[in-house]
C-alpha cells in the first residue's frame, strides 16, 4: 500500500520536535528502566485478524509521567519485525499514513492526544493513516527483547459500491456531503470539530459493477449525507441515503439494488453489525411537490407550495415553468380539465445540483366575458413506480366580466334573458351601469334572443325568417336536457315549472305583492323605458319590463315584455312590449308538439294574471336561465 506523507502543524510556544529517521533521545529522569523491545507491528481488518498489508515507516511517540520524551521512526520488517528502546511503564503511540509536526518539546501527553489531522489533507477522501497505543508494563522485565503485539487500526472507513443486482444500474456520479474534516488519530468515537468537507466521485462511461474505496472518511457521530446519481434502464435516478454514524476500520459497500419496480441503495457493514443498514430509494411516500427555486412563476400568478395548488388570474398566463426536484424522472400520467384554451407542454428532465429536476410548461388562454373559474389537475407518477400518487392543481379565476344573476324565489337566475351558449354572446351591464338601468336605457340590447324549444340557435325578435323552423339545421332534437343543446351558457340550464312557478306562481295578478314558493315575499311592479323603441327592421312597440322585487332581501329581476312568435312564424313582428312568454324545461302531460311555459300577458292592459300555458314546441319564446 502506498501512503502519502503530509504534515499537521499544531501551534506551540517552544522549541520544536521533529520526526525523522533517527529517534531523539532526549534526556529523561524518571523511575522507569530503559529496556529495547521487540515489536511486531502489522494492521488490523475490520473483523479484527490481522491484515497482510505491509506497513513502512511508522511513528513511535514515546510517553512517560505524562510527557513526552522520544520519538522514533521504524520501518518494520516484511512480517512486521521491529525493536525499539522504551522506559517500562510508558506508553507508546503509533502512526502510520500521516505525519505529525510537534513543535513543543515539553508536550504533554494531554495535549499530544487533542492533536487532529485533516485540514489540508483530503484529496477527495480523507487521509488514509493507522494508529496505536501501547502501555509497557510498569515493572522491569528481566528477559531481554520483550515483544510487543501491535495491532495498527485504520483511523477512516471506506466506502465500497456494488451494482451487480441488476445490470440496468448505472451510477455517473457519487456525492458525500457533510463529512467530518478533521479527527483525532488517538482518540476514538469523538468528534474533532464541527468542520465538513464534501467529496464527489464522477464515472465516464456511467459505472456498473463492483469497486472498492469509492472514498475514504473519517469516522462521525454526526449523520454524513450520500447522493447517488445514475440511470436505472435509462430513467434518471437519484439515491439519497445518510449514515446516522460511521465508525473507523469499517467498510460499507453501497449495494444499489432493484427490488420489483423500487431502486433502493443499501449501506452494508463489513462485518454486518445490527442496525446499520440505510435505505435510499425514490421517495414514495411524501408528496412530489414544486421547487420554487426551479420553477417559473410569472408576476400575478400566486403558487402554494405545499399544497401544489397554483393560482392563475383571469388574464391568463404564458410559458408559465412548474418543476419538481425528486430521486428520478417525475411523469405527466393524466390530466383534467384542460380546454382549447390551455396548453401543457411535455416533461422534460434535467440533472442539476439538487436532484433530476422534472418540468413542463404551462399556458391559460385569458378568460373570456362570463367565464367561470375552473381548475386543471395534472396527475403526477414516479417513473419508475406504474401508478399516479400525486397531482398539481391549477385553478384559474373566473372573468372579471360575470354573468349577473339574481337569487329570488329559491333558485338564482340570470338578469338578462338567455342569447345563446356562448359566454361572449350574453347581455352583461355597461360598466358603472345597473341591469335596471341597462332595461330602462337600452331595452332592446337587454331583451335577449327567441328559441324554439329544445333547440339551441337563438332567433332574433325583430328579424323575420323564411323558413322559421330550425334554423340552426339541429338533426338531434335533445329538449334542453344535455349541455351540447342547451342553449344556456356554462353553469346555467333551462328552468323546471316548479322553479318558475315558484318566482311566478300562476294565477297571480300582478302589479301586486304576492309569496313566492320559497316563502318570499315579492313585489311586482310594471315599467317603461325611455326614450323611443326603434329597430334595424322598423319595428316597433313599447319597451315594457315588469321589475320583481323582494321585499325581504331588496332584490329585484326584471322580465321585460319582449313578446313571442307563433309556430313556424316568419314575421318579423314579436309584439314588443305586449307579453312575456318564457319556456320551461318540461313537457309533461303535454299533447305531442307541446312544452309548458309561464306568461306575462298584459296584451296593452295596466294588469294581467301570470298564466301557465301549453305552446307549440316550434313557436318561439324568450329562455331564463337558472343556475345549476
Not at 444500474?169 to 488517538?186: G, H, M, N, Q, R
Not at 338578469?415 to 360598466?431: I, T
Not at 323564411?466 to 356554462?490: F, V
Request: proline share 5%; net charge negative.
Amino acid at each position: 500500500m502506498n501512503h502519502s506523507y503530509k504534515k499537521i502543524i499544531v501551534p506551540a510556544l517552544l522549541g520544536t520536535l521533529f520526526l525523522g529517521a533517527c529517534s531523539d533521545d532526549a534526556s529523561f529522569e524518571g523511575e522507569g528502566k530503559q529496556q529495547t523491545y521487540s515489536l511486531v507491528v502489522k494492521g488490523i481488518t475490520t473483523s479484527g485478524s490481522d491484515s497482510s498489508e505491509e506497513l513502512r515507516d511508522v511513528s513511535v511517540f514515546q510517553f512517560s509521567d505524562g510527557n513526552l520524551y522520544k520519538t522514533q521512526q521504524l520501518t518494520p520488517e516484511s512480517n512486521g519485525q521491529s525493536s525499539i528502546s522504551a522506559l517500562s511503564g510508558s506508553r507508546l503511540y503509533f502512526l502510520t499514513g500521516v505525519t505529525l509536526l510537534v513543535q513543543e518539546e515539553g508536550i504533554t501527553e494531554e495535549e499530544f492526544r487533542n492533536m487532529t489531522i485533516g485540514e489540508g489533507l483530503h484529496n477527495n477522501s480523507a487521509p488514509d493513516f493507522m494508529a496505536a497505543i501501547v502501555e509497557l508494563e510498569s515493572t522491569p522485565q528481566t528477559r531481554s527483547n520483550q515483544e510487543i503485539n501491535v495491532g495498527m487500526k485504520r483511523g477512516v472507513a471506506r466506502i465500497d459500491l456494488n451494482t451487480t443486482a441488476d445490470s440496468k444500474t448505472l451510477i455517473k456520479e457519487i456525492i458525500v456531503k457533510d463529512a467530518p474534516a478533521e479527527t483525532y488519530p488517538f482518540i476514538e468515537k469523538a468528534s474533532a470539530s464541527d468542520k465538513t468537507v464534501s467529496y464527489l466521485k464522477k464515472f465516464d462511461p456511467a459505472f456498473g459493477g463492483e469497486q472498492q474505496g469509492i472514498f475514504r472518511i473519517f469516522e462521525s457521530k454526526r449523520p454524513v449525507n450520500i447522493i447517488l446519481r445514475g440511470t436505472y434502464n435509462e430513467i434518471p435516478i437519484s439515491l439519497k441515503m445518510q449514515l446516522p454514524s460511521i465508525e473507523r476500520n469499517k467498510v460499507y459497500e453501497l449495494s444499489v439494488l432493484n427490488v420489483g419496480a423500487t431502486v433502493e441503495g443499501i449501506f452494508e457493514i463489513k462485518p454486518w453489525e445490527e442496525g446499520e443498514t440505510i435505505i435510499g430509494k425514490p421517495d414514495t411516500e411524501h408528496r412530489i411537490l414544486l421547487n420554487a427555486s426551479q420553477s417559473k412563476i410569472p408576476e400575478g400568478v400566486t403558487v402554494d407550495y405545499e399544497n401544489n395548488i397554483v393560482e392563475v388570474p383571469a388574464t391568463g398566463v404564458s410559458d408559465m415553468k412548474l418543476a419538481f426536484v425528486s430521486d428520478t424522472r417525475i411523469d405527466i400520467s393524466a390530466t383534467e380539465g384542460t380546454d382549447s384554451g390551455v396548453n401543457l407542454s411535455e416533461m422534460s428532465v434535467s440533472e442539476e445540483t439538487e436532484g433530476i429536476v422534472s418540468a413542463f410548461n404551462v399556458s391559460v388562454a385569458a378568460q373570456g366575458s362570463g367565464r367561470l373559474g375552473y381548475t386543471i389537475l395534472v396527475h403526477l407518477k414516479n417513473a419508475l413506480l406504474s401508478g399516479s400518487y400525486d397531482y398539481v392543481e391549477i385553478r384559474v379565476a373566473p372573468s372579471d366580466k360575470q354573468i349577473e344573476t339574481v337569487e329570488m324565489g329559491g333558485s338564482i337566475w340570470m338578469a338578462f334573458n338567455a342569447r345563446s351558449r356562448d359566454l361572449e354572446d350574453q347581455v352583461y351591464p355597461l360598466d358603472g351601469t345597473t341591469v335596471e338601468e341597462m332595461y330602462r336605457n337600452g331595452w332592446v340590447s337587454s331583451i335577449g334572443g327567441l328559441f324554439q324549444y329544445g333547440r339551441k340557435y337563438m332567433y332574433t325578435p325583430w328579424q323575420g325568417y323564411n323558413p322559421s323552423n330550425n334554423l340552426g339545421n339541429q338533426t338531434a332534437d335533445i329538449p334542453w336536457q344535455n349541455d351540447t343543446h342547451m342553449p344556456c351558457p356554462e353553469g346555467y340550464r333551462v328552468p323546471t315549472r316548479s322553479e318558475l312557478n315558484s318566482l311566478l306562481p300562476k294565477n297571480q295578478e300582478i302589479p301586486g305583492t304576492y309569496i313566492a314558493g320559497n316563502g318570499e315575499k315579492i313585489t311586482a311592479t310594471l315599467h317603461v323605458g325611455e326614450g323611443t323603441l326603434t329597430t334595424p327592421t322598423g319595428v316597433t312597440g313599447t319597451q315594457h319590463y315588469v321589475k320583481f322585487t323582494s321585499e325581504d332581501t331588496g332584490r329585484y329581476l326584471i322580465i321585460p315584455l319582449a313578446g313571442g312568435k307563433g309556430d313556424k312564424s316568419t314575421t318579423n313582428n314579436p309584439s314588443f312590449g305586449k307579453r312575456a312568454v318564457l319556456w320551461t324545461s318540461e313537457r309533461n302531460g303535454c299533447p305531442g308538439g307541446y312544452a309548458w311555459t309561464y306568461w306575462l300577458p298584459f296584451e296593452g292592459k295596466e294588469t294581467t294574471a301570470i298564466a301557465e300555458r301549453q305552446l307549440q314546441m316550434e313557436a318561439f319564446a324568450s329562455l331564463r336561465c337558472v343556475k345549476k
